[in-house]
């Protein structure tokens, strides 16, 4: 099946730094994307949808100048956290959908950040 | 607007007994309705999925039906095993909202040996 991979898997950065997530399609290619944010024992909260080519588009509530999203490929979307605080530190999963799949949806294994 | 709404936990079940987890949805138009799983320390892997009414999803010896009569989509497994262990999501996506997925809450399952 399609595989999704994020890197990197676990990052621990200070506070006031900022902290790029890549998360790449590894044998298709996606023109969207989604960042999701999971809150430990928590459900997944969508962020924002990335678009190729296009601005993101972000959901209500998240700050777009803090949680920069580039779509620079079909390949390959980033997140960056940039002025990271001790708040931002979470589990941020990306997923991708097949293109021409209504509903076929693959995850990345997730990226945790810790802001110290 | 679309929403899932998943049986709260945790769940504590001792191994081979019978599992139900709720899920009821809300949604706009017709969705297809998913089940995912996440071992601890892993990422979310697809479950189970059903693209439209009646279908019956099964994988693992998991299975749930896509009821529109009652937008439920509940999770069952007749036995489980310690490796069932993990988070369980109820989960919808709609074409038309371009493959955004909605979650549930996730429901935490523990089987005891």
């Known amino acids: 099946g399609a595989v999704v991979s994020q890197h990197p898997s676990r990052v621990i950065c200070k506070s006031g730094t900022s902290v790029k997530i890549e998360c790449r399609s590894l044998?298709?290619?996606?023109?969207?994307m989604f960042w999701y944010r999971q809150f430990p024992k928590q459900s997944l909260m969508l962020m924002a949808t990335?678009?190729?080519?296009?601005?993101?588009?972000?959901e209500q509530g998240v700050e777009k100048d803090k949680f920069l999203i580039n779509h620079a490929s079909l390949t390959l979307s980033t997140l960056t956290v940039t002025s990271a605080h001790p708040e931002d530190s979470s589990f941020y999963i990306c997923?991708?959908?097949?293109?021409?799949?209504?509903?076929?949806?693959?995850f990345g294994p997730g990226t945790r950040l810790t802001v110290l | 607007g679309n929403s899932v709404t998943q049986m709260e936990g945790p769940v504590t079940l001792s191994e081979e007994a019978f599992l139900t987890i709720n899920c009821t949805y809300t949604?706009?138009?017709?969705?297809?309705l998913f089940w995912y799983v996440q071992y601890p320390g892993e990422g979310l892997q697809l479950l189970l999925k059903?693209?439209?009414?009646?279908d019956k999803g099964s994988n693992k010896g998991f299975e749930a039906t896509y009821r529109k009569e009652t937008t439920s989509f509940h999770l069952e497994k007749g036995s489980v095993q310690v490796s069932d262990s993990a988070v369980y999501f109820c989960?919808?996506?709609?074409?038309?909202?371009?493959?955004?997925?909605?979650f549930g809450t996730g429901t935490s399952l523990t089987v005891i040996p």
């Open positions: 949604a706009t138009g017709y969705p297809s």
């Open positions: 990335s678009n190729e080519g296009s601005k993101a588009t972000y």
């Open positions: 989960a919808l996506s709609e074409g038309n909202t371009g493959n955004q997925f909605y």
């Open positions: 044998d298709f290619q996606a023109t969207t």
């Open positions: 059903a693209t439209k009414a009646d």
């Open positions: 997923s991708a959908p097949l293109a021409g799949a209504t509903d076929t949806q693959y």
